[in-house]
């Protein structure tokens, strides 16, 4: 088996089309194992691996510790709030001083877009990046993509459409490059000044009216509205109201039922209910969601085994 | 155990047949001796008193085919009680995990029934050193709580055994050093199988 290109995780551009595979089929078959009476293997029974959260977390960091601990790693958290941060240590010390401590791995969330990047060029270890700001969140792409693949089987050709708040979104980002790599046709769909200007340059197509996206696509992921994101300088809102951003870019029944063809949902969750996705949707048949949260340990397991199994790491 | 002081086949070594270090390879077991040993291993699982608890279990990637092979065979000889065959990976709890240049590559599990209260029979081409089989065991409890778990194995390396763990039913035994190396041969209808032993390893 060939080993992965990059000893990091840091973004989607460090993976080539058969690092993608490799990590898919290794998933598969943790998933195989998370179905076993007894969920764990002793893989990584020797390591030690830091989750380091700068930001709130309860899904990337619930899953990245439960696939820690089902490959029988030493696991140590750490969230920036109740740590020496808060007395203006910097990044770079509050890692080495954790490394001083023999730690194997570091999975980093970090508010600053490039922030595990910076970090790779100056620590001396192996970083899987779980989200840095609004550039990548390389690990829920390739969940994202891999519940498409045991779906659909091929991703070659399937249309998938991105909805909402691409500006802040690394979740988009990261699911634009991964799925237009892997050779799926990506939309973006949102409000004006949720698109950035820059987007097409990614492959992408542009729409600004959900309907007509709806009647193109086969999968639409629907995003959460960064309300802890709207930071304009000059204080201007993205958008008026909630309640008008729901009527025109929020999927419910009746706007599904207006679809001929069947649409899976996907969602990265946490869902700001009866915005973006009505309730009825969020829990409809059609709906990913959870299986998008139960590949996500299957997926970290795998890149964590990949990126640890190598000599030398 | 009666079961367990089977005589254990032919053996053949390679110290005693001169020719054999000027050839690359030679042949252990053809393809007609294949089959006729594949026989006597069914009939040694046949005669279990507990047959209709048997369960095979092949160790991935090989010892799979090894234990359909058997199954088929057990199949034909005793229609009434269909002996269930499963595949294990052991991959997630192999020993030489981060000492290799490249990550273990897993192979598919295929474990359509349940061990626990099974007499379970683990699967495997080749035992040499032991530590599949260590895992094999490993992996294996981790669906359940077997009632027994015996080895078969279609080629016995006796030599350079690394831990502690002998086969109860065997097809050759083979004295061979370590620079050899068995290969199995398997093919698609069964009818061509054969194992030759290899006087250096395939690169």
Request: with cysteine; proline share 6%.
């Amino acid at each position: 088996m060939k080993a992965l290109s990059s000893r990091h995780l840091i973004g989607i551009r460090d993976l080539t089309v058969s690092d993608c595979d490799l990590i898919f089929r290794t998933a598969e078959e943790f998933k195989d194992v998370l179905n076993r009476p007894i969920k764990k293997v002793p893989s990584l029974r020797d390591l030690t691996i830091v989750n380091l959260f700068f930001e709130n977390s309860t899904r990337t960091r619930l899953s990245f510790e439960l696939a820690e601990k089902r490959l029988s790693a030493d696991v140590i958290n750490f969230s920036a709030s109740a740590s020496s941060v808060s007395k203006g240590e910097t990044l770079v010390d509050t890692v080495n001083n954790i490394l001083a401590m023999k730690v194997d791995m570091v999975v980093m969330r970090h508010p600053l877009p490039g922030a595990a990047a910076f970090l790779q060029s100056r620590v001396n270890t192996q970083i899987v990046n779980a989200g840095d700001g609004t550039h990548e969140h390389p690990t829920q792409a390739l969940l994202d993509a891999f519940s498409l693949r045991m779906k659909f089987g091929e991703l070659k050709g399937l249309k998938v459409a991105i909805v909402g708040d691409i500006r802040h979104s690394r979740v988009a980002i990261s699911n634009i490059l991964l799925l237009t790599k892997l050779g799926a046709e990506v939309e973006v769909c949102g409000p004006r000044t949720f698109i950035p200007k820059y987007v097409t340059e990614l492959g992408v197509r542009v729409s600004h009216d959900l309907d007509a996206t709806l009647a193109w696509c086969d999968v639409a992921n629907m995003l959460r509205i960064q309300l802890e994101r709207q930071d304009d300088p000059r204080g201007i809102p993205y958008f008026s109201t909630l309640r008008e951003y729901a009527q025109r870019f929020g999927l419910h029944e009746e706007r599904l039922q207006r679809v001929a063809h069947p649409i899976a949902i996907m969602h990265p969750g946490p869902i700001n209910r009866g915005v973006e996705l009505s309730a009825g949707v969020a829990d409809g048949p059609h709906s990913l969601i959870l299986e998008q949260v139960e590949n996500g340990v299957a997926i970290r397991m795998a890149v964590l085994y990949l990126l640890a199994g190598t000599r030398g790491n | 155990m009666a079961l367990q002081k089977m005589k254990k086949g032919r053996r053949v070594s390679p110290f005693f047949v001169p020719y054999l270090r000027t050839m690359d390879r030679h042949v252990l077991i053809a393809p007609p001796l294949f089959v006729r040993i594949i026989d006597r291993l069914a009939h040694q699982l046949l005669e279990d008193p507990d047959f209709d608890r048997l369960a095979l279990v092949g160790i991935q990637p090989r010892g799979g085919l090894l234990a359909q092979r058997i199954a088929a065979r057990l199949n034909r000889l005793h229609p009434d009680y269909p002996v269930p065959c499963g595949a294990l990976d052991v991959t997630f709890h192999r020993d030489d995990f981060r000492r290799k240049d490249h990550p273990l590559a897993p192979s598919e599990n295929d474990m359509p029934f349940l061990v626990e209260d099974r007499r379970v029979i683990l699967v495997d081409d080749v035992l040499y050193t032991g530590r599949t089989v260590r895992a094999a065991m490993e992996a294996l409890l981790s669906f359940g709580r077997p009632a027994s778990v015996q080895l078969l194995v279609l080629i016995d390396r006796r030599f350079h055994r690394e831990l502690p763990i002998e086969p109860q039913f065997v097809g050759l035994t083979v004295d061979s050093i370590d620079a050899q190396f068995v290969r199995v041969h398997w093919s698609a209808d069964g009818s061509a199988d054969e194992v030759e032993l290899l006087h250096a390893k395939p690169l």
